[in-house]
C-alpha cells in the first residue's frame, strides 16, 4: 500500500491492489506447458493493478460442459503416434529402396505415388487442413454444435474428391508427361501403369482428411495420429510380399498385369484405404451422425472464399513440386528416389515434434483469433516458435555432420549400393539447414489460417515458388548429372529461410509486437550450442576409421550423434533456457517410470 494512502475497506468495490510481478514457469510436468510469456506484463517494471472483487454470487445450475483435453496431453499423445507413423514409413521407404534400390523402378514409383498427394491437394487437401478445422471449430457454437454444417461439409467433399479421382485415373497419361519431360531417365510408360493403381487414393485421402478434421475440430487427436500407423502397417505386408515374390518389375516391356506391378500398386492404395475406414468409428463415438445434406449456407459460401486463396497456395506449390520432380529427371537415375527419400529422413524430427505441436495448437489458435484475443495469439506463435528452435536447430546442426554415415547405414543393402546411399545421405546433410525455417513456415501459415486470412500465405507462397523455380533449373545447367539432386535439396531448404523471413515479417504488420527480441535471442544461444555439438561430433568421428561399410557408418551415426546432441542440448540446459523446459520435464518423468517400472 502506498505511504499515506487511506486503509483499504473491504466493502468498497472500487478499491484496488497492487501485486508483484510474476515470474519463471508454472509448474506443470506435461509438454508444452504454457507461454511463460504470456504471463508477464510486456514492460519488466510494469504494475499490474486489478479490482477489489466482491465475492461472486452463486451461478446457476448448468449442464456440464466437457472440459477439451489440454494441449500439452494432446501434443504428447501426437508425439508419440508421430514417432510411431514416421519410424513405420520411414521402414516401409527402407524397404522399398532394399527390394528395387534407387534406380528407374523407384523413380517410376515414386513419381506416381506423388500424384495423388498433388492431385488431392489441388482438389480438396490444402483447404481441408488449413480452413476446415477453424471453420468447424466456430461452428461449433451453433445451436446444434455444428452438425448441419459438418454434415454440408462432409457431403460437398467427398463429391468433389470422389469426382476428381475418377478424372485423375482416366488422366493417368496426361499426369505422366507432366512430370516426365521427354529424354529424362524416368520411364514414363512404367509410371502411367503405377499411376492408374495409386491415383485411387485421392478418395481416400479425402475420406481421411474429411473425418480428421472433425475429429480435431472436437478437439480429439488420438485415433487420427494413429491411423497413418495401420497404413504403413499394410504397406510394409506388401512389401514384404513384393519381396519374397519371384522376378523383377518388367521395364521394356512393361506389363500392367505383371503379378508384382500389381501387388505392389494395389498394397498401398490399400494402406491409405485403411488409413481413411480406422476414423470411422472415432466419428461415431465422437457424437457426429452422417447424413448427406445438399446446399450452401452462409458459412459455407465463406468456406469458399477462404478456399480460392488456399487453392491459389497448393497451385504454387504444385508448381514448385513439378518442375523439381522434372529438373531430377534430367539428372542421373535414381534422383529423384534420392531427393524423396532424403527429403523423408529430413522431415521425420519435424514430424515428431512440429508436426504433433501444430496440429494440438489449431484449435486454440483458431479459438484466440475468434475471440479476438491478439495477445493469445502472439503468446502461442512466440512460445511454439521458441520451442521448435532450441529443439531442432542442434538436431539439424548434427544432421549436417552425421548425413552420408546415416545414409549408408540406413539405406545400404539388398539392391542399393553403398555409393547410392552415401549420396542420398549427403543430400540430406546439404539441405539440414532448412529444418527449423521449414518448421516456422507451416507455424507461420497456421497463424494466418487462424485469423481467417488464406490470402497472406499464398501469396508468401507465391514468392518462395518464384524465387525457387529459377534456381532450380539453374542445377541441371550449372551441376554435373550426379549433383543435380544436391543442387534441388540445397534450393529447397534455401526457400523455406526465405518464407520464414517473409512470414515474420508479414507477421510483424499484422499483430504488431511479436517478442521477437525474444525469439532471436533463443535462435543465437541455440546456434551457438549447436557449434559446439558439430565441433564434438566432428572430433568424435576422428576415432573411427573411414569406409567400412554399414558397420562403420551404424558407429559413426551412433556416437556423432550421442556427442554432438549431448553437447548442445547439455549447453542449453546449463544456460537454464526456459523452452527446453518442457521437454527435460518429459524425459524425467520417462526416466521416472522406467525407475519405477525396475
Aim: net charge positive; proline share 7%; charged share 15%.
Amino acid at each position: 500500500m502506498p505511504f499515506g494512502a487511506p486503509p483499504l475497506r473491504p466493502d468498497d468495490p472500487d478499491a484496488t491492489v497492487f501485486l508483484p510481478r510474476l515470474g519463471g514457469l508454472p509448474t506443470s510436468p506435461r509438454w508444452p506447458v504454457a507461454d511463460p510469456d504470456a504471463l508477464r506484463p510486456y514492460e519488466d517494471l510494469a504494475t499490474r493493478m486489478l479490482p477489489r472483487m466482491l465475492p461472486p454470487a452463486p451461478a446457476p445450475e448448468t449442464t456440464a460442459v466437457p472440459v477439451a483435453p489440454s494441449l500439452a496431453k494432446s501434443s504428447a499423445t501426437m508425439a508419440i503416434a508421430s514417432l510411431a507413423s514416421r519410424i513405420t514409413g520411414f521402414l516401409w521407404k527402407v524397404m522399398l529402396v532394399w527390394a528395387i534400390g534407387t534406380g528407374a523402378v523407384n523413380d517410376s514409383f515414386t513419381i506416381a505415388n506423388t500424384m495423388p498427394n498433388m492431385l488431392f491437394e489441388l482438389l480438396f487437401g490444402g483447404v481441408l487442413t488449413s480452413v476446415v478445422v477453424p471453420l468447424l471449430v466456430r461452428a461449433q457454437d451453433d445451436d446444434d454444435r455444428g452438425e448441419a454444417y459438418t454434415q454440408r461439409m462432409l457431403t460437398l467433399g467427398l463429391v468433389v474428391v470422389l469426382a476428381g479421382t475418377v478424372v485423375a485415373v482416366l488422366a493417368a497419361p496426361a499426369f505422366t508427361s507432366l512430370y516426365i519431360p521427354e529424354g529424362s531417365h524416368a520411364n514414363a510408360e512404367l509410371t502411367t501403369a503405377f499411376a492408374r493403381l495409386i491415383l485411387p487414393q485421392i478418395f481416400f485421402y479425402g475420406g481421411f482428411a474429411l473425418l480428421s478434421a472433425i475429429l480435431n475440430a472436437k478437439n480429439l487427436f488420438g485415433q487420427a495420429a494413429w491411423a497413418p500407423v495401420a497404413n504403413n502397417v499394410v504397406v510394409i505386408a506388401t512389401i514384404a510380399v513384393f519381396m519374397a515374390m519371384p522376378g523383377k518389375v518388367s521395364l521394356d516391356p512393361v506389363r500392367m498385369g505383371e503379378p508384382k506391378l500389381l501387388v505392389l500398386g494395389i498394397g498401398v492404395t490399400a494402406g491409405i484405404a485403411v488409413q481413411a475406414g480406422v476414423l470411422v468409428p472415432a466419428v461415431v463415438r465422437s457424437g457426429f451422425r452422417f447424413r448427406w445434406r445438399w446446399g450452401l449456407d452462409a458459412r459455407t459460401k465463406e468456406f469458399g472464399g477462404l478456399a480460392l486463396w488456399v487453392l491459389g497456395y497448393v497451385v504454387a506449390s504444385q508448381v514448385a513440386v513439378t518442375v523439381t520432380t522434372r529438373v531430377l529427371a534430367t539428372g542421373d537415375p535414381g534422383g529423384i528416389s534420392i531427393y524423396s527419400n532424403a527429403w523423408l529422413l529430413f522431415q521425420l524430427p519435424y514430424g515428431v515434434i512440429g508436426v504433433s505441436l501444430l496440429t494440438a495448437i489449431m484449435p486454440r489458435l483458431s479459438r484466440n483469433a475468434a475471440d479476438g484475443d491478439t495477445r493469445k495469439v502472439v503468446a502461442d506463435l512466440s512460445y511454439g516458435s521458441r520451442i521448435a528452435t532450441v529443439l531442432l536447430v542442434p538436431i539439424a546442426a548434427v544432421l549436417s555432420v552425421i548425413g552420408v554415415p546415416l545414409g549408408v547405414a540406413v539405406f545400404h543393402g539388398g539392391a542399393n549400393s553403398a555409393e547410392d546411399a552415401a549420396g542420398l545421405g549427403q543430400a540430406l546433410a546439404v539441405s539440414a539447414f532448412g529444418l527449423l525455417p521449414y518448421a516456422l513456415v507451416m507455424l507461420q501459415f497456421r497463424v494466418f489460417y487462424a485469423m481467417k486470412d488464406a490470402r497472406t500465405p499464398t501469396l508468401i507462397m507465391v514468392v518462395m515458388t518464384v524465387v525457387k523455380v529459377p534456381l532450380l533449373y539453374l542445377c541441371p545447367a550449372l551441376l554435373e548429372d550426379s549433383q543435380v539432386v544436391l543442387g534441388v535439396m540445397l534450393v529447397n531448404s534455401l526457400t523455406f529461410v526465405i518464407g520464414a523471413i517473409v512470414g515474420q515479417v508479414w507477421l510483424w504488420v499484422s499483430l504488431g509486437h511479436l517478442r521477437s527480441k525474444r525469439a532471436l535471442g533463443i535462435i543465437l544461444w541455440s546456434v551457438a550450442a549447436s557449434m559446439l555439438g558439430v565441433l564434438a561430433a566432428v572430433v568424435a568421428g576422428l576415432s573411427l576409421p573411414d569406409g567400412g561399410g554399414r558397420i562403420i557408418a551404424c558407429a559413426r551415426v551412433i556416437l556423432q550423434s550421442v556427442t554432438g546432441l549431448g553437447i548442445a542440448f547439455g549447453v542449453l540446459y546449463a544456460l537454464r533456457i526456459e523452452e527446453l523446459a518442457p521437454a527435460t520435464k518429459r524425459l524425467s518423468r520417462l526416466f521416472g517410470r522406467a525407475k519405477k517400472a525396475r
